[in-house]
């Protein structure tokens, strides 16, 4: 018996975002013979998915930080939540190791996934981390070259020895910071904009080549980006 | 009363005994020892498995023997269990294997290497290897549930110690700490109060809103089984809330007659299968967990009438309450009964579903 219940909030606006739907990353851990139910979260969805959507819908555009600027909750009312576990009465009824949590964000089709956590709460927190991960990594927002300058965000990952960072931006964000996948997100943004030349972005952001390749190759999931869109352009792999 | 205490008593040592007849107010059961004269039980809660010594060694090679016979018969299992009862299958079983050797083995770089052959290594473990085989053939030949298997249980951001004659808490019952979270973050008045969890098995909900919520006041945490309220007051100690959360042994509300019509709040998962189905539970369930803390009589409601009563008289003005219910049918019966025989008392009735879409919950509030 599957509970289907289908979110409410229609999104009202276009999305100008270069994500096409065949980019649509999951994030599998194991496989699992039991249907998908989908589900939304059950607490006071409806106000909040529209104060969502109130922050999303200015004018035309939706940057894709905004969705990064959110928070968890506000991220997750954006989301159709599935918990993939079997049908029956639940409850007191049964006992099943089976606590995966499936995320969908409707506005980019983004999917993230987690089941190796003990428990259903923990599973929903690592869906949540790995969803800001993939937009960060997934929804690119176009870049003006002309009148390009580094946004904070994209300052506070690169090194100290960058020429345009001044010292006000305080110390160097690492992969293991929250605020990184911001920062990440504009680094893509300006790469994807020359191209996936490095030592085109580089002059941008006063790095060196070298060192610009070495902050690249620091983030396993940043690195396999930049090589995909390099590989899309015909040129070869960093390493 | 149904409690299989017999089975509770098993040799892991634990260095406390905590005297359940002689304390109504467990609040600190590890320091007392001004003792009343009444004669004392003891009740030692078992040491989960993740938490004990790893003082047993075994060869690597060893090791990987039991490992691979124990996920042969994982394997084995196929879909047998989901056509009998609607149990496990191999890959849920593969998993919990999994989680078994992450609390057995003190060293979990380890399991990197499951692959190789490496002789010379020696694994140290919190468990001896022939116990482990023994662990193991439960888990399938007996279905004991994987939970005691390993003596506790992952539930939100806590990890409880159960054991035979404690429910182990369920994912769905997880949700009524975020609606505890939500309302005390907007009334003051509920975040300062003293709150109450009736039936509390392992503790699972009071430590929850007791850690979580931001609470201010006390939480009481009741339960008629005594290995519940041992149990549940170890895990209140593991989590250092024992100056917050006092666990009492009794009946409902017969615990709590010094406030009577002074609780900020109320919240219950109380037994509410109906009996008739009882006998037809899957077999971790059915089986092994204590029917005391399933059978909600005939339609399975005995117990939620009695709270909702409980709680037009108990809660103070204002006050909060929220119950685990059986399905829809139960949430509506209980709403009904409401309106039509507490209104005076209860108001803004809700139900909300669990993460399932199943209509799991009722709460409301005192006028
Ligand atoms: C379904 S379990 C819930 C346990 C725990 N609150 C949880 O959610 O995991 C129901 C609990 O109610 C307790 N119980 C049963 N009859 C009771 C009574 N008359 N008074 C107090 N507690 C009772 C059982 O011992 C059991 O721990």
């Known amino acids: 018996m599957a509970h289907k219940l289908i979110w409410k909030w229609k999104p009202t606006f276009m999305l100008p975002l270069t994500f096409n739907s065949q980019s649509k990353h999951v994030i599998r851990f194991h496989h699992h013979p039991f249907s998908s139910l989908k589900i939304h979260h059950p607490i006071n969805y409806t106000t909040t998915a529209a104060a969502a959507a109130n922050t999303s819908n200015n004018g035309d555009c939706v940057k894709a930080k905004e969705f990064l600027e959110l928070t968890d909750e506000e991220l997750v009312r954006q989301c159709e939540m599935d918990f993939l576990k079997s049908s029956g009465a639940g409850g007191q009824h049964r006992n099943k190791r089976e606590s995966a949590v499936r995320l969908k964000h409707l506005p980019t089709g983004i999917i993230a996934q987690a089941s190796e956590d003990r428990s259903q709460h923990m599973n929903r927190d690592s869906a949540v981390k790995r969803l800001r991960a993939l937009i960060a990594l997934k929804v690119r927002k176009t870049v003006d070259l002309d009148a390009y300058s580094p946004p904070r965000e994209l300052l506070q990952i690169l090194p100290p020895k960058s020429t345009v960072r001044g010292s006000e931006i305080g110390p160097q964000i690492g992969p293991k910071n929250q605020k990184f996948a911001l920062g990440m997100q504009a680094l893509l943004d300006l790469i994807f904009a020359v191209e996936g030349s490095i030592s085109e972005a580089a002059k941008y952001i006063g790095l060196s080549t070298g060192a610009l390749s070495r902050l690249i190759l620091s983030d396993d999931s940043l690195r396999k980006e930049v090589n995909d869109l390099r590989a899309s352009k015909g040129m070869k792999p960093l390493k | ?367």
């Open chain 2, 1 to 367: 009363m149904k409690l299989s205490l017999s089975s509770v008593y098993t040799p892991y040592s634990f260095p406390i005994i905590l005297k359940s007849y002689a304390f109504s107010n467990l609040c600190k059961p590890f320091c007392s020892s001004a003792l009343s004269s009444s004669p004392p039980i003891s009740l030692k809660p078992q040491v989960p498995l993740f938490l004990r010594p790893p003082i047993y060694s075994t060869k690597f090679c060893d090791f990987k023997k039991w490992h691979d016979w124990a996920k042969g018969i994982a394997s084995s299992i196929g879909s047998t269990f989901v056509n009998s009862d609607n149990g496990p299958d191999s890959s849920i079983l593969c998993r919990e294997l999994k989680w078994l050797m992450e609390d057995a083995v003190e060293d979990h770089s380890l399991f990197s290497k499951m692959g190789f052959e490496n002789y010379d290594e020696r694994v140290k473990m919190r468990v001896g290897i022939e116990e482990l085989y023994d662990l193991w053939k439960e888990r399938i030949e007996k279905r004991r549930p994987f939970q005691y298997v390993v003596g506790c249980e992952h539930w939100r951001d806590l990890v409880l110690s159960v054991q035979e004659g404690v429910l182990i808490p369920r994912p769905e019952t997880e949700l009524i700490v975020d609606f505890v979270c939500d309302v005390v973050s907007k009334n003051e008045d509920l975040k300062r109060g003293v709150w109450a969890d009736l039936g509390t098995g392992s503790g699972a909900l009071a430590i929850g809103i007791g850690g979580a919520s931001g609470i201010g006041g006390r939480v009481i945490a009741t339960d008629i089984n005594p290995v519940s309220v041992a149990v549940a007051a170890y895990n209140v100690q593991r989590y250092c809330l024992q100056d917050k959360i006092e666990v009492r042994e009794g009946s409902w509300f017969e615990p709590l007659k010094d406030i009577e019509g002074k609780l900020a709040g109320l919240v219950s998962n109380p037994p509410y299968i109906p009996s008739k189905e009882i006998s037809g539970l899957q077999a971790e369930v059915g089986r092994h967990e204590p029917r005391v803390a399933l059978d909600g009589g005939i339609d399975g409601m005995d117990y939620l009438f009695h709270l909702c009563d409980g709680a037009a008289l108990f809660l103070k003005p204002g006050g909060y309450f929220a119950f685990e219910t059986n399905g829809e049918q139960q949430c509506r019966a209980l709403v009904d009964y409401m309106k039509n025989k507490r209104s005076e008392s209860l108001c803004n009735f809700e139900i909300v579903a669990d993460f399932a879409g199943i209509q799991r919950f009722v709460i409301g509030f005192h006028h």
